[in-house]
């Protein structure tokens, strides 16, 4: 196998964790094209013969196993669009780290748009983290776009973390689930724009199952002249737990505009939305200054401390 | 160590101009002084005017030599000032490990973090990545305030009523803390308090009242005039109230 150069260790460890090939599960696309693979007697990884992306299919009672799928673009111009499919059998237990690090060296777009669809079988539990950087050298945007799929079989269960940290320059997530009877959907979202960025979610969750339940939380902090928009839908359509916050900090001259629905469409349905916005508590401020920070440092340190 | 000269503060209020701190000067080298007196007095006020937290409308203040008047609270900080608060500050995501690094300026090993936390009688192993936020209950937070202030070691700890809030802890506990600190530390303590049991153990009780100072002196001379004054206090505020 070819080693990894520094750039592409240093993508790989800010998305994925990963500073050498991994030794489990796990698909390795670089500029539009596959670089490596690897399955396991469990995992498979196939690509699809119809369009760009692959399917990912763990057996059913897959216990601790990680599959890696990691996406760097270090070309600037490119534009790559991926069909992930997941398959989680059934009592599988499974941790999935997917990722998109861009280095955009020049001055045109550099743009990834992953669709990634989670079929989580019966009484499976999935952990799903996402991260998603950008960097680069020229004036070229960086520009990630993001689609997620879920459908959740009874009894499964699954949690997804995304993190946005910086050098995005556009984003618009989608995220749709749909939950079957005592199936669990808990999604961390955390984001952070600065200069002109703009970063928008929508999730939607149908809450169809009996005592399925959702839990969807963003947190995010708009820098700068950015600007986010967070469109958060739950509809409780049976005996049904749900619950979305968005809790955002704006600085500079950032804006947030958060906008929260839930339908009860179900009187055994239980739903609650929250939202806060607001600038840095002057308190806060004060607490780490008299501590001995500066005011820039305890700027960072509380924002640090709530992407953590 | 810490001198204030004619230091006056007047508040903005919706009703007008409203003077908190009328001309006070007083100067601190004991190690361990009280400041007490009713509520709404300013005793509070002249403790964030030393840490910098409020800026006095006139009037200079000196720590060990040097006018910190213009100072920020940052600039306090590092040459050796340090505040509890009355009510300590919430945060989402910070720990409690992480506050006391800040406090102690560089990361510290967990077993010295766990040794500040046992000290104010918290389970250091339930505490240390706690996030200081509002799953904590106030005596909690009040606790890991203290713990925090021990970390700094400063020259000068400034503590705004300490024992609010921490009834379900036993105040000997806490005399032991501020005992420890004033005489393992080196430092200075100025604690702001309406507890006897406090005041007795103090070298100097300094009487704020309505802006001003009225009383000043060992806790032998202070208490008992101290005292007729709060019955006082305490019925006025029945007969308005």
């Known amino acids: 196998m070819k080693p990894l150069s520094a750039l592409e260790k240093q993508l790989l460890s800010t998305i994925a964790d990963i500073e050498t090939i991994p030794t489990g599960a796990f698909n390795i696309r670089e500029d539009g094209k596959l670089k490596q693979r690897n399955t396991t007697a469990n995992i498979d990884i196939v690509s699809k013969q119809d369009k760009q992306g692959i399917d990912i299919i763990v057996k059913p009672n897959t216990k601790n196993e990680r599959v890696d799928i990691p996406v760097i673009i270090t070309k600037t111009g490119l534009t790559d669009l991926v069909y992930n499919d997941f398959y989680i059998g059934e009592n599988a237990d499974v941790l999935i780290v997917a990722g998109c690090g861009i280095h955009n060296p020049g001055c045109q777009t550099a743009q990834h748009d992953g669709i990634h669809t989670f079929h989580v079988g019966k009484n499976a539990k999935v952990k799903y983290l996402e991260r998603h950087y950008g960097e680069g050298d020229g004036n070229g945007e960086n520009v990630l776009n993001p689609t997620t799929v879920i459908e959740i079989d009874e009894g499964g269960y699954l949690e997804m973390e995304t993190t946005q940290i910086k050098g995005v320059d556009s984003t618009v997530r989608v995220t749709n689930a749909v939950l079957k009877d005592k199936a669990t959907l808990v999604i961390r979202e955390k984001v952070m724009t600065h200069g002109k960025q703009f970063a928008e979610t929508h999730f939607t969750v149908d809450l169809n199952g009996e005592d399925s339940s959702a839990h969807v939380v963003s947190r995010s902090v708009a820098k700068d002249d950015s600007h986010q928009v967070f469109n958060s839908l739950v509809n409780g359509n049976n005996k049904c737990n749900g619950h979305t916050e968005c809790d955002a900090i704006i600085m500079n001259n950032g804006t947030v505009s958060a906008i929260p629905r839930i339908n009860a469409n179900c009187v055994d349905a239980s739903l609650i939305h929250e939202a806060a916005i607001g600038k840095i508590a002057g308190e806060q401020l004060v607490k780490l200054m008299s501590l001995g920070l500066t005011e820039k440092q305890a700027e960072e340190e509380i924002v640090n401390g709530f992407l953590k | ?241």
């Not at chain 2, 400034?158 to 921490?166: K, N």
């Not at chain 2, 303590?189 to 704020?208: G, K």
């Not at chain 2, 002196?217 to 007969?239: A, I």
Request: proline fraction near 2%.
């Open chain 2, 1 to 241: 160590m810490l001198e204030l000269k004619n230091v006056s503060y007047v508040a903005q209020t919706e009703n007008g101009d409203k003077e908190i701190i009328k001309d006070v000067s007083f100067t601190i080298n004991e190690k361990f002084t009280c400041l007490t007196g009713p509520n709404g007095g300013g005793k509070s006020t002249l403790a964030k005017i030393i840490m910098g937290i409020i800026t006095p409308t006139s009037g200079k203040i000196y720590f060990d030599g040097q006018d910190i008047t213009n100072l920020s609270i940052t600039e306090r900080a590092k040459i050796g000032i340090s505040f509890a608060f009355q009510q300590p500050v919430r945060f989402k995501g910070i720990t409690v490990s992480d506050l006391i690094n800040y406090a102690g300026g560089r990361k510290l090993k967990v077993s010295e973090i766990c040794e500040y936390l046992s000290e104010v009688g918290l389970c250091a192993r339930e505490y240390v990545n706690r996030e200081v936020n509002a799953s904590l209950s106030g005596g909690e937070l009040k606790r890991i305030e203290i713990a925090t202030t021990m970390a700094r070691g400063a020259k000068l700890s400034v503590f705004d009523e300490p024992e609010a809030g921490i009834d379900l802890w036993s105040f000997t506990s806490l005399i032991k803390v501020f005992e420890k600190l004033r005489d393992k530390m080196g430092g200075s303590l100025l604690i702001i308090s309406h507890q006897e049991r406090i005041l007795n153990i103090a070298d100097r009780i300094i009487v704020v009242s309505n802006g001003q100072i009225t009383g000043d002196g060992k806790p032998s001379e202070v208490m008992n005039s101290l005292f007729l004054q709060r019955n006082c206090k305490v019925l006025d505020e029945g007969v308005n109230g």
